[in-house]
């Protein structure tokens, strides 16, 4: 039973020891030091991973850790959801992690850079296993703050204020979501989430329009995390400037987290059938194509590779949202699955990135050319994961793609059910617009380019090893999909 | 009667003669009167809030041998109790994380003239708290603002002293409206006594006469009591006495005095007027816009503040205004919410003011924020401290400053007309605050490469260390297990009809 | 309205005198005369109150030559009430004094923004 709270505890204390305990700079003995600090969270990571897995398959009833007032108890339940987010998050997680211990070697305090990186594993845990709406409240907060410190890690000015901003807008978006929850709190029978939604028909008959903007701004609110237009603006200044692989957690789980927000809404709480064919569904798909479209165009236009990437994840999580907006079985898998191919994918892409810098320290796209020449197992990673994102088969992307794309045709929505889909490839035309460069420049660089200059600088293996390993997952989510698909369709029935 | 209905007479008498004590007494004894004195009140309040929560009736006792409408009377429920319970551990707390700045800030030989106004202080504000007569009310008041005032001015710079004129100013004429409302309504009414008040209001009203009167006296008494509270337009005076003044003042004027003037005003409010009969009046709306505008603009003036001690000074400006807002909701959940975060704010405030001396202690003393960058890593536990209150303030959950948030939604959920108003402000407040204070926390947990002020270690300030942690575990009490408190506030509001 | 005001000039007039030492106190810039408006203030209330206490004939509630009917004497909460009060007034006005004297000898002046703006240049 306290089986399910060890992956939540456990790295939240032990990265608020690494935090108040390894707080002395890496002074004098300082390779040693270091050495230490590294075993010491990669193994704090590899238990909590551990730990997470064996809750996952083993912890099956819920948890009430305490009441915060009588009726809103801080309660854990592992569902097939929270399952498929937690899932991604360890891997991703991992992954990432051990990317960092390689990277963070040129950073400054890489103390705290673990111990906040174990906390925000910890709450995204918490997160995935939250079993009522207020535990998710408290846990997405909790998961602003303890993300903060990634994003601003390198304490420049640049850095404090773009975290600042990330503060700013979530912190508006959580309030925005708030107001939601103490509406509901007053007109549903539980806060618990409940596949099907939980709100009393006679609330739903006599105030059903006002629930319906309720909603809208708990979307909206929610949204502000999944970078969803018009909230949109933080995205592209704060990931970028965090370090490489905190880039990557951040734009492949993190936001995941406001999806996973906006799935618990829409699809546990005020129910599909509610909200199907109202003014709100229409007004939230435009919402999300427009930010496909426009996140897609703000790409193609960056110069600088991770910026570049971040302006993608806008675009990208908005698929995602897309199909969670148009709510039927076929979108909504598409959606789902998309949350993991584009989990993988874009933790790839900004892996790579980190690579690109670490090695070289370019940073911006037309810098790049023969880059592939020097190292090429990057950025052919980095290739087949593009391919993915674009949407070409065999990969992960181009299932999800399909699905949400013959959901929104199936759908019966007047003129979006055909919009949705032009969009969605003309953002994929983008996509490879903004993506390709790289490789293309990568491995011909033309003619005049001085191939005698050309080293190999292949990163080291703590590098390359875990961008292979999820550019290997994002493949094979694309050759076996029917595995996925099955977990998904159970999840899809359940909450239609 | 039972023995312990003398409680209440005993703490106030308890405090009243320990400051007279106190001015024979030299500093060093006069500090462990006064901390037993705070110490034995609180236990005393404790004891008395166990007895009223077992029996579930308030009780009334004679100031002398007159019966009603002639004597003058004390009287206990269980809010009264829980607040002065409250109040002494705000006050030993604040009192025992100040007490190293006081070496430096006040001269020696006046120690003990400190410590006399502190029990003043606690004193006034437990008869405040305990009274049944609106007289005796307002001399406590004055008496609250004087020893306000040199609480204030015991520091002697010439901010503090023009801050304790202003203060004063400021104060008189809170008291001046509160005086003459007061005696329009023993003009009306022909009682002092609260309850035969109350009696008397609503035979009047009922009857429909003396409306305007009636109205004239219950807004200027509301006025008085919010320039006293700090209420928005009426905050001139705040920033500098909070401030500049030694660090235990600040906390317990921030958290204590203002909250004291507040409750007498919730008091008047359900025992002299009615519930019901000032939520007619348009009263409540007046209040509620005054509170909506402090919660803005406090913060705004608080993010233009580039002085630590100023900013935590301007958001007492903002939480006020929440309070009001909650009277303003004119329903008894909003009272509910606007009592709690009084317990809340207190709590959190004075943790803010401690915390803050400690990193402006490791900065040379500067208050300014670019001279605190890093002061978190020097003063470690100030500044765990500091996140902690900040964290409470902008209302994050496991933190107090979340429940009262949440209890003011609640509330405004009810209310039809404020309700988008309130949600509104609420949201725009939070963001604000989150402005603010987290802009300090970044602050003083950014490091600096080559800093050339000295840390400061745990040995060196294990009692300044205990009283954060202690202030930080009451937070998060009031966070995690509110619904005792809140249960106990609306027990103590319904012993108050 | 107006003949009820004639009928109750004492209310009205201590309401202006509450009025004039409100605004002394709150608009004066020199600390004297803003303390001479808080004794206007609260010397208006005590004539206020003074004024509700007495009942026209009666005679202040002393006992002189053995009358002990309640008849005889006007109602005494009301003087009890100001003298109360002029305790208080006294006590907070000479906290006044004391901190006028203190600002002034810092400063040496009374004005209350010149004041401020003096602490402004000092910085602290």
């Keep these: 039973m306290y089986l399910i709270l060890l992956p939540i505890l456990f790295p939240i204390l032990s990265g608020a020891i690494l935090l108040i305990f390894f707080r002395t700079s890496l002074k004098g003995n300082e390779k040693a030091k270091r050495k230490t600090l590294v075993i010491i969270s990669g193994s704090l990571l590899v238990i909590t991973a551990l730990l997470t897995i064996t809750a996952l398959l083993t912890a099956k009833e819920s948890f009430t850790l305490f009441y915060l007032t009588e009726t809103l108890p801080i309660t854990f339940a592992i569902d097939a959801t929270g399952t498929l987010f937690s899932l991604l998050a360890v891997i991703v997680m991992l992954c990432a992690g051990f990317f960092s211990f390689a990277y963070m070697k040129h950073e400054d305090h890489e103390s705290r850079y673990y111990g906040y990186y174990l906390l925000v594993f910890g709450v995204l845990n918490a997160l995935c296993f939250a079993g009522n709406l207020i535990t ?120 995941k987290a406001g999806v996973l927000a906006i799935i618990r809404i829409v699809y546990y709480i005020f129910g599909a059938n509610f909200l199907r064919g109202s003014w709100m569904q229409t007004a939230w798909i435009c919402l999300t194509l427009i930010t496909i479209f426009m996140g897609s165009m703000l790409a193609y236009r960056e110069p600088v590779l991770k910026k570049r990437l971040a302006y993608s994840t806008v675009s990208q999580l908005s698929y995602i949202l897309f199909g969670l907006a148009v709510m039927n079985d076929t979108s909504l898998t598409g959606g789902l699955l998309h949350v993991l191919a584009h989990g993988f994918i874009k933790a790839v892409l900004f892996l790579c990135a980190g690579a690109i810098i670490y090695t070289t320290g370019k940073t911006r796209v037309d810098e790049l050319r023969g880059i592939g020449k020097e190292m090429p197992l990057t950025i052919w990673c980095y290739t087949i994961v593009s391919l993915g994102l674009i949407g070409i088969p065999p990969t992960g992307g181009f299932i999800s793609k399909w699905y949400l794309a013959t959901g929104s045709l199936k759908s019966g929505l007047p003129i979006l059910d055909v919009l949705g889909p032009v969009i969605l490839l003309v953002s994929a035309l983008l996509t490879a617009g903004y993506l390709l460069p790289v490789t293309i420049q990568g491995f011909f660089p033309g003619a005049d380019y001085d191939y005698g200059k050309l080293e190999k600088q292949e990163p080291s293996k703590l590098m390359t090893v875990p961008i292979l390993i999820m550019t290997v997952l994002s493949v094979l989510i694309g050759l076996f999909p029917n595995l996925i698909t099955d977990y998904l369709t159970a999840i899809v029935s359940a909450v239609l | 009667m039972n023995f312990i209905c003398n409680f209440p007479f005993f703490s106030i008498l308890l405090s009243l003669f320990s400051g007279t004590v106190c001015s024979m007494l030299p500093a060093k004894a006069a500090k462990v009167v006064n901390r037993v004195v705070i110490i034995t009140v609180g236990i005393l309040s404790a004891i008395l809030l166990l007895y009223l929560l077992s029996t579930g009736e308030p009780f009334v006792y004679w100031m002398g041998h007159f019966p009603a409408p002639w004597g003058n009377e004390i009287r206990a429920g269980v809010l009264e109790a829980g607040m002065a319970l409250f109040f002494c551990i705000i006050m030993y707390l604040s009192m025992a994380g100040g007490a190293h700045k006081l070496y430096g800030e006040v001269v020696e030989s006046k120690h003990n003239l400190y410590y006399i106004l502190v029990n003043l202080l606690l004193c006034s504000l437990l008869a405040l708290v305990y009274t049944n007569d609106m007289f005796t009310a307002y001399v406590f008041v004055e008496i609250n603002t004087i020893s306000a005032c040199g609480l204030i001015m015991i520091r002697q710079v010439g901010r503090t002293i023009e801050a304790a004129v202003r203060y004063m100013i400021m104060s008189l004429l809170g008291s001046g409206l509160l005086l003459f409302g007061l005696c329009i309504m023993y003009d009306l009414t022909g009682h002092l006594l609260m309850s035969n008040i109350k009696e008397s209001v609503s035979l009047l009203v009922a009857n429909g006469e003396y409306q305007i009167p009636l109205i004239v006296s219950v807004a200027l008494m509301c006025v008085g009591l919010c320039i006293k509270s700090a209420l928005f337009p009426f905050h001139a005076w705040l920033p500098d006495a909070y401030g500049y003044s030694t660090v235990s003042s600040a906390a317990i004027l921030s958290s204590l005095v203002s909250k004291g003037y507040i409750f007498l005003l919730i008091k008047i409010i359900y025992r002299v007027i009615g519930f019901d009969i000032f939520n007619s009046t348009r009263i409540i709306d007046v209040l509620f816009v005054f509170g909506l505008m402090g919660m803005i603009f406090g913060s705004i003036s608080a993010i233009r503040e580039n002085d630590i001690r100023r900013m935590i000074a301007f958001s007492s400006v903002a939480q006020i205004g929440y309070i009001y807002m909650g009277f303003g909701m004119g329903t008894q959940a909003g009272m509910v919410a606007s009592i709690f975060h009084i317990l809340s704010h207190a709590a959190t405030k004075s943790l803010l003011f401690i915390a803050a001396i400690g990193l402006t202690d490791v900065s040379n003393g500067s208050r300014k924020f670019i001279d605190l960058t890093g002061a978190a890593y020097r003063n470690k536990w100030a500044g765990a401290a500091f996140m902690a209150g900040s964290l409470s303030m902008v209302g994050v959950p496991l933190f107090s400053g979340f429940i009262s948030k949440l209890l003011f939604s609640q509330a405004a959920v009810q209310v039809e007309g404020k309700m988008l108003a309130s949600l509104i402000v609420l949201g725009i407040s939070t963001v604000l605050n989150a402005i603010y204070f987290m802009k300090t926390v970044i602050r003083i947990y950014t490091p600096v490469k080559e800093s050339s002020y000295s840390g400061i270690t745990f040995r060196e300030m294990k009692g300044y260390a205990v009283v954060l942690v202690c202030f930080i575990v009451l937070n998060v009490i009031l966070g995690v297990s509110s619904q005792p408190v809140v249960n106990m506030i609306e027990q103590g509001l319904a012993m108050f009809a | 309205m107006g003949p009820n005001l004639l009928a109750n000039y004492g209310e009205a007039v201590s309401a202006i005198l509450f009025c004039i030492g409100f605004t002394n106190l709150l608009l004066q810039t020199n600390l004297i005369k803003k303390i001479i408006g808080l004794n206007i203030m609260d010397s208006a209330i005590y004539l206020f109150l003074a004024e509700k206490g007495y009942i026209a004939g009666r005679v202040a509630p002393i006992v002189v030559n053995g009358v002990t009917s309640t008849e005889a004497y006007i109602n005494p909460i009301p003087s009890g009430l100001v003298l109360t009060g002029i305790v208080v007034s006294v006590s907070v006005t000479a906290l006044m004094l004391s901190l006028t004297i203190r600002l002034y000898t810092r400063y040496h002046t009374l004005d209350l923004d010149e004041i401020s703006t003096q602490l402004k240049k000092e910085g602290r």
Excluded: D, Q
Excluded at chain 1, 183 to 203: D, E, H, K, Q
Excluded at chain 1, 218 to 232: E, N, Q, R, S, T
């Design chain 1, 136 to 255: 998710f409240y408290l846990f997405f907060e909790l998961l602003t703050l303890s993300s903060m410190p990634l994003v601003l890690h390198n304490g420049s000015k640049e850095a404090v204020m773009a975290g600042l901003k990330y503060l700013f807008y979530s912190l508006c978006g959580a309030y925005a979501a708030l107001f939601g929850i103490y509406f509901i709190y007053r007109n549903s029978t539980t806060l618990t989430f409940t596949a099907g939604g939980v709100l009393n028909p006679s609330t739903v008959a006599e105030h059903g329009s006002f629930l319906l903007l309720v909603a809208f701004v708990m979307i909206l609110g929610f949204g502000v995390k999944a970078g969803m237009f018009p909230m949109h603006a933080w995205l592209p200044t704060a990931h970028p400037v965090a370090p490489a692989p905190a880039s990557a957690v951040l734009s492949a789980v993190i936001v």
